[in-house]
Every structure is written in structure tokens, then in C-alpha cells.
């Protein structure tokens, strides 16, 4: 739920810092790292998903690295890890036109797509990847969502063809996105019925409430321009 990432990161920040301040060795690694989850938090209440400073052509802008290497080294570790253990797969086919799954390494991707859409905000896409793939990048926040308006435009920008949606873990911000691809291609009647298509695929997706507001929004966006 994005809301308990809202308060959970910011209160855990001050909490670092605050502890950064009354020790004495060491103290400015945990402000250093107490200020990373502050930022974070405050990105998530303002909806600021290009906190990470991620390009259109899917890396970081290195002072955003710089400044945010304790979060991000542990986003890594924490993504690698659950890649490593996870029985998941690392993608799955949804339709004859739609693949989801989560952030690939280069060694994974076995398909051509004519769409390959990025949604993390957090990660720079592997470069070899991006030489290769009609890459798009579509920066939400992990547990976030883009304002309809981004939606439509991340469907307007797909070529006819296989498109392929991933996040980190490719659950949330993708399940989002993939039930815009399939409501605007009819391929799903409704938002019930593109999660059951979904589900069905890869089973732990799911959106948050603000998701879930999000597509409610672009369904009705979707149904008001083709009347």
C-alpha cells in the first residue's frame, strides 16, 4: 500500500538521522542513509518519480547515483537476492502480445520485442538490453502510481507488435501498466477481467489502492473517448 510506504519510509529517515545525530562514530553514514528514505518518502507523497533522476534512455544520472548509493546499493542486494530465491519466473506470456515480468538481465531476454517497456524508477535497464530492444522507460516509484495522463501516453507510444512490461519484481507498477495495454487494446472487456487474464499468467500480481485508483481513472478516460 503506497500509503504505508509514505510513512514508513519518512518516519524511518528521521529515525536514521535522528540516531546519526546522537552518535559519535559513524553518525554521518546513518544521516547519510536516513536522508536517502526522507527524500524517498517525501518523493512518494509528492508523486516524484524521477527522483532517481532516470533518463528517457533508461540510466541514472550519475550525481542522482552519487547521492542516493546507500538506497540504492540496497535496492540492488534486496533485487538480487529475491531473483536468486524467487521460484517465480522471470517473465510470463499473458497474451500473444503481451508479456510481464520483472527487470531482466541480459542473459534472460530470449524474445524480440517490438515494445519494451521499463517501469522502474529505481534501476538503470542493463545496456545491452536497451541496444537491442525498442526501449521505452515509464519511472514509477515501487508501490506508486503515474497519473492517468502517463498512462495514455505509454500506450500511445506502442508500435503494433509484442510488447513486454516490467518492473523490478513485475507485480505492481507492471499489473498496472499491462491492464492499460490490454484495455486499450479490448483485449479485456473490463479491469476484473484484465486482472483474472493477469493473475492467471503470474499470480502475484496485484495493485494498491492508489494503482487500482489509477486505472479506475484510465478506464473511464478509455470508455469516455471512444463514445
Known sequence: HN??????????????????????????????????????????????HG???KRPNGTLQFCHRVLFFPLLTYTAVVWHLLRLFSREPAYSVVTEYLTVGRRLLPSELRDKFENYIDLTA??????AIRLIQPYFSLPILDGAAPVPEQLQQAIAHLRPGRTFVHCAQ???????????????????????????????ARPKIGLNKEQYKCIRSYAEQLRGMRK
Not at 518516519?11 to 527524500?39: A, C, E, P
Not at 486499450?184 to 493477469?198: F, K, T, V, Y
Open 3 to 48: 500509503m504505508n510506504y509514505k510513512y514508513s519510509l519518512t518516519l524511518l529517515g528521521l529515525i536514521l538521522i535522528v540516531l546519526g545525530f546522537i552518535m559519535l562514530d559513524g553518525g554521518i553514514v546513518l544521516i547519510w542513509i536516513g536522508s536517502n528514505f526522507l527524500i524517498l518518502g517525501f518523493a512518494h507523497w509528492r508523486g516524484l
Open 51 to 53: 527522483i532517481f533522476g
Open 122 to 127: 529505481e534501476f538503470s535497464e542493463p545496456q
Open 170 to 200: 513485475g507485480h505492481g507498477r507492471t499489473g498496472l501498466l499491462a491492464l492499460a495495454v490490454l484495455l486499450a487494446s479490448g483485449e479485456a472487456h473490463n479491469i476484473d477481467d484484465g486482472l483474472r487474464m493477469l493473475t492467471m
